[in-house]
């Protein structure tokens, strides 16, 4: 599977955004897919996750209530949409992918991902 992240950019905060992530390949409906970002100087953070069926979507505390992850597997792509942003959601923004499911807590392990996107750049400014 290979993945390609987009619609990163430039936004003020309290603005919104939109990252896509569209996957090669037939099998994207059999991978569940999440979203990661890496600020400057930071480790790479979970951001979110959805499972295969677009179900039980799973957000780390910095993004609940502000971004929402979707996917459309007829189009391969799965969505992060952004709101209300922040300077602190400055990053790039990944995407990645994984074959099985795991329990809620280890969606967070950067390890578990079988494939990974090219990042996007997300820049907030104040």
């Known amino acids: 599977v290979q993945l390609q992240a987009c619609g990163g950019g430039l936004v003020q905060t309290g603005g919104s955004l939109r990252l896509s992530c569209a996957a090669s390949g037939r099998t994207f409906s059999m991978y569940h897919m999440g979203w990661f970002r890496q600020a400057p100087g930071k480790e790479r953070e979970f951001v979110a996750v959805?499972?295969?069926?677009?179900?039980?979507?799973y957000y780390a505390d910095s993004a609940k209530g502000r971004f929402t992850i979707s996917r459309d597997n007829a189009r391969n792509t799965v969505y992060l949409q952004m709101n209300s942003l922040k300077a602190e959601d400055t990053a790039v923004y990944y995407c990645?992918?994984?074959?099985?499911?795991?329990?809620?807590?280890?969606?967070?392990?950067?390890?578990?991902?079988?494939?990974w996107g090219q990042g996007t750049q997300v820049t907030v400014s104040s």
């Open positions: 959805i499972s295969m069926s677009g179900g039980s979507p």
């Open positions: 990645a992918a994984r074959r099985t499911r795991v329990n809620s807590s280890s969606w967070s392990i950067l390890s578990i991902y079988d494939y």
